[in-house]
């Protein structure tokens, strides 16, 4: 799927941006795993997808069989836009207004300073019965009264916990000199059904990954096998 970025000049600028020590980036098979569960959460058959912080562009690139649509605002983000159908260079509150509606599935991995946005854009975007669905802490509706509000303004249907330790960077910390490691925290997928208002959040726990599907390597279409 070749998109076509809205904001011109996107440049292969990758390593810069890789190493920013904001950027998360989500291995392939924590992606594909995201993607299935929401697949198995939605009531009816999927036919578009919405990827609204696309960093690499692991989700696109794991959409098999969908129409995909991409929003990534850094400028320096690595080809993402080769991965999704329509690729929109602007940050998700901009861009959102013109998508409201349109999507079956909302899934991806949004900043958590941004999480509250990310929930309200991001619900907004889908059809009726569609699934909004992010990787995030199994903590979330438990950090602080704005969680807590969000949680009960719109409770997340289901909580998928995914065992083991995610590694979303590889290399070298720039600020710190020494090799990025695994984040020792605890991760799950929400996802959130438009339309309904759930008393209580259900909770499952997906299938373990092998230790290397956790870790973060390179962009789609990029990884060595060595």
């Known amino acids: 799927m070749n998109g ?11 390593e ?10 989500t291995p392939r098979a ?14 009816h058959t999927p036919r578009r997808l919405l990827d609204p912080c696309s960093g690499s562009g ?11 649509t991409g929003i990534e605002p850094a400028r320096h983000a690595w080809q993402w836009e080769r991965h999704y159908g329509e690729a929109i ?5 901009q861009a959102a207004p013109r998508l409201k509606g349109q999507f079956d599935l909302v899934v991806g991995n949004p900043p958590f300073s941004l999480l509250i946005d990310f929930v309200d854009l991001g619900y907004e975007c889908l059809t009726h019965g569609g699934v909004l669905c992010y990787l995030g802490l199994n ?23 995914i065992p083991g330790a995610i590694q979303f960077k ?16 605890s991760y799950c997928w929400w996802a959130w059904v438009k339309g309904t208002k759930p008393r209580f959040t259900k909770m499952t726990t997906l299938d373990r990954l092998e230790p290397e599907q956790l870790r ?7 990884e060595t096998t060595t």
């Open 4 to 14: 076509q970025a809205l904001i011109p000049g996107v440049e292969p600028a990758y």
């Open 16 to 25: 810069p941006w890789v190493d920013d020590p904001d950027v998360a980036l």
């Open 30 to 43: 924590v992606a594909r795993q995201g993607i299935e569960f929401a697949r198995g959460v939605i009531k």
């Open 58 to 68: 692991v989700f696109g690139a794991e959409a098999w069989g969908l129409d995909t």
């Open 89 to 93: 260079g602007l940050p998700f509150e």
């Open 139 to 161: 903590d979330w509706g438990q950090r602080g009264r704005d969680h807590e509000d969000l949680w009960r303004r719109l409770r997340p249907s289901y909580m998928a916990r």
């Open 170 to 185: 590889t290399g070298t910390n720039p600020k710190t000199g020494k090799p990025w490691t695994t984040d020792m925290r």
């Open 216 to 222: 973060w390597v390179e962009p789609p279409g990029q």
